[in-house]
T-cell receptor, first 112, second 118 residues
Framework: TQLLEQSPQFLSIQEGENLTVYCNSSSVFSSLQWYRQEPGEGPVLLVT?????EVKKLKRLTFQFGDARKDSSLHITAAQPGDTGLYLC????????????FGKGTKLTVNP | GAGVSQSPSNKVTEKGKDVELRCDPISGHTALYWYRQSLGQGLEFLIYFQGNSAPDKSGLPSDRFSAERTGGSVSTLTIQRTQQEDSAVYLCASSLVRLTRLGSYGYTFGSGTRLTVV
């Protein structure tokens, strides 16, 4: 059973378009993180959200943590080819687990 | 070092052989994690070391897998009698604080070791 479900699995868009990636669960998380991974490299942390309803912005990226702390979204405005990569959400299930649980990722391709 | 270093970057081995994968975490990071990334499967937790505490081995898929962390720094993941299903990218990460007090800290990952068992 996958604790964190990401959608869509694949996304191919044109430069300049907007997009949203979703990360959903039936479980409550103490916090959620988003990572971006490029081929041949390890994931790189983009953001951590810890409070239900929290919204964080990182340039053209907007991250939201659901009020019930069961879901999160990543919205990219005016996507650029440099945004291409695998986006992973990861979270700490409520209860103090020391291990991050990862979704399977969304593979984003932004075409020039 | 400035980042998490993993070696080798690629390893091709014959089925049945043993392999050792090395991770050199960021200096001062007390927590160290090993994950496995298979195609289409996301990141699968393997093992977690925190300071001098007993490691959390709950993610190791079989007794062919073992890991140690010497002197609170370098870690080695050993896979004995490798099988084809062990083929994956093995990622090591370290962090400064315990995960449950993560706050704005996250994992810093290495670039991984791509293991291919033929």
């Amino acid at each position: 059973t996958q604790l964190l479900e990401q959608s869509p699995q694949f996304l191919s868009i044109q430069e300049g378009e907007n997009l949203t990636v979703y990360c959903n669960s039936s479980s409550v998380f103490s916090s959620l993180q988003w990572y971006r991974q490029e081929p041949g490299e390890g994931p790189v942390l983009l953001v951590t959200v810890v409070t239900g309803g929290e919204v964080k912005k990182l340039k053209r990226l907007t991250f939201q943590f659901g009020d019930a702390r069961k879901d999160s979204s990543l919205h990219i405005t005016a996507a650029q080819p440099g945004d291409t990569g695998l986006y992973l959400c990861a979270g700490i299930p409520q209860g103090g687990s020391e291990k991050l649980v990862f979704g399977k990722g969304t593979k984003l391709t932004v075409n020039p | 070092g400035a980042g998490v270093s993993q070696s080798p970057s690629n390893k091709v081995t014959e089925k049945g052989k043993d392999v050792e994968l090395r991770c050199d975490p960021i200096s001062g990071h007390t927590a160290l994690y090993w994950y496995r990334q298979s195609l289409g499967q996301g990141l699968e937790f393997l093992i977690y070391f925190q300071g001098n505490s007993a490691p959390d081995k709950s993610g190791l898929p079989s007794d062919r897998f073992s890991a140690e962390r010497t002197g609170g720094s370098v870690s080695t993941l050993t896979i004995q009698r490798t099988q084809q299903e062990d083929s994956a990218v093995y990622l090591c990460a370290s962090s400064l604080v315990r995960l449950t007090r993560l706050g704005s800290y996250g994992y810093t990952f290495g670039s991984g070791t791509r293991l291919t068992v033929v």
